[in-house]
């Protein structure tokens, strides 16, 4: 296959700015495609956010870039090119991205949410010309980046990106991005838009299902989830536009960046360590206790690692429900870091101050402490009750910490469940989200734990061994493209 210029647009992308996977999946992406020889450029807001030991790296582009919106609108573009060749721009425009927070001020979203993304799509579309380089393919990650295919198929259908073809990423279907019918005037978009079966959804536009009837071809983050979405249950209302649209909707699941999460070379953890000898692993715990959980010390009890955001999708409500429970019943130990909803963040404070030698909660986005998490875990619980891919079950079977998830999409598919006394298994999978049913699996792992160390051992070696590097996925979105490619401009 010939190499391609692939345009990312998308409202993170680590190291810069994350708040989720979004943001690895499409740094480690892009590199992974411009290392298989693919002029990869990414394009994302320039947020104030973004920490000093980035922007120093900047260079501004010396002309002024002018968007054309409903009316022109006049930005800057900052450029920076990775050791692995993409080149990443980042759109200066202060009143849209001169903000605390990417997306919200700690409740709900920003009031102009809408008009700031549809800024990035503009800006995506009238990119090329500025930089006089032309894109076969925009992959567009959620409803952020989801008006660009509307845009290609609309207003921008001539000239240069005549022939560009989309890809259009769902993460996260329950995002879709709305807002009234006069931000089509102020993106400068057709108003005949404005239809069911198009942008309009109960009497608003929605960015995402836009998106989704625009884009040349679909994918989320793994065929479980691909498949979910097509039904009421799990689609978001746009259940019925994706079951339309499935010949050209495929799963393809998330790698982890490896030179990142590699327990053997990872420098933000104290010591290292492989499937072949795991004495790292067990004084990585006992480094967790000293530094962070004194006077509590590592000992006999495993220990239940969480590291997520904490909002109703990934189940954690349930979780912090049953923990009195779980820690009144069983030798166990959880340590928890997240941040996201008030009420479950302060659910898990009060909890952590209730059981302090049982249950340890740092409140806040570390990402430092995630990573000694997963060293120090035995097993790392995710009740989530939508997971499009997941990532954290996969860092955490890297890291033998073996992961207790519920059958949903991404988790689903990459964990591998322990057969009593079989152990073939990378964690423990459970399949209704119920006080009960969670309550069941930790005590599951727990006896396991106990009582069959050597299941345990060997589950570690497996989840180890297993191969989630891009290399794969990477290809397959190649193709991916050259399918977009083929659909945009033989049909
Ligand atoms: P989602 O994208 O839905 O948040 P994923 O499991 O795909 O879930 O990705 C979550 C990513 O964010 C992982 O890299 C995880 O380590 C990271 N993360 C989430 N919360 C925190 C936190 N409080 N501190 C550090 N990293 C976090």
Excluded at 351 to 370: A, M, Q, T
Aim: hydrophobic fraction near 40%; aromatic fraction near 14%; proline fraction near 4%.
């Amino acid at each position: 296959m010939r190499p391609m210029n692939i345009l990312m647009v998308a409202s993170e992308a680590a190291p810069f700015a994350k708040v989720g996977g979004l943001g690895d999946v499409v740094s480690s992406l892009a590199q992974h495609l411009s290392l298989l020889g693919n002029d990869v450029r990414v394009l994302l807001p320039f947020y104030s956010t973004i920490g000093e030991e980035h922007r120093k790296k900047f260079r501004p582009i010396p002309a002024v870039f002018s968007i054309h919106l409903g009316e022109e609108h006049f930005a800057r573009i900052w450029e920076y090119v990775s050791p692995e060749k993409v080149c990443f721009y980042f759109l200066e425009y202060d009143r849209y991205y001169h903000r605390d927070r990417l997306y919200d001020s700690g409740g709900d979203g920003f009031d102009d949410n809408a008009y700031r993304f549809t800024f990035l799509c503009r800006a995506a579309i009238d990119l090329p010309d500025f930089l006089q380089w032309t894109p076969d393919i925009y992959h567009v990650h959620d409803w952020m980046a989801a008006l660009v295919p509307v845009y290609l198929e609309t207003v921008a259908r001539r000239g240069r990106l005549a022939k560009t073809a989309s890809v259009l990423t769902i993460h996260n279907l329950q995002h879709q991005g709305y807002a009234d019918r006069s931000i089509l005037a102020y993106g400068g978009l057709w108003d005949s838009l404005f239809r069911s079966d198009q942008l309009e959804a109960c009497g608003g536009v929605n960015f995402l299902k836009g998106g989704i009837y625009f884009a040349n071809k679909l994918s989320t983050v793994s065929r479980s989830y691909a498949e979910e979405i097509q039904w009421p249950e799990g689609g978001c209302g746009l259940h019925g536009l994706l079951r339309f649209r499935s010949g050209d909707l495929v799963g393809i699941i998330n790698g982890i960046g490896e030179e990142d999460w590699n327990p053997a070379t990872d420098g933000r953890i104290p010591h290292g360590f492989s499937a072949e000898n795991l004495e790292g692993k067990a004084k990585c715990k006992g480094h967790f206790f000293r530094e962070h959980w004194k006077p509590v010390a590592a000992d006999a009890m495993p220990l239940f690692v969480v590291i997520s955001r904490l909002y109703w999708q990934k189940g954690l409500d349930v979780l912090a429900d049953i923990l009195p429970w779980v820690v009144n019943g069983m030798a166990v130990r959880f340590a928890i870091l997240g941040s996201g909803d008030a009420s479950l963040e302060n659910h898990f404070r009060f909890l952590g101050e209730c059981f302090r030698d049982r249950i340890w909660v740092r409140i806040g986005y570390d990402e430092s402490l995630s990573h000694l998490l997963e060293a120090a875990g035995d097993f790392f619980a995710m009740p989530s009750r939508f997971e499009p891919c997941g990532l954290n079950q996969l860092y955490s079977m890297r890291y033998g910490t073996l992961p207790i998830v519920r059958a949903t999409g991404g988790l689903r598919e990459s964990v591998q469940s322990y057969a009593g006394g079989v152990a073939n298994g990378t964690g423990f999978v459970f399949q209704d989200l119920t006080h009960q049913s969670l309550h069941d699996a930790i005590g599951w792992a727990c006896a396991t734990y106990y009582d069959r160390p050597d299941d345990i051992r060997t589950m570690q070696r497996n989840g180890m061994a297993q191969d989630f590097s891009w290399k794969k996925s990477a290809r397959r979105y190649l193709e991916l493209y050259g399918w977009a490619l083929e659909k945009k401009n033989n049909s």
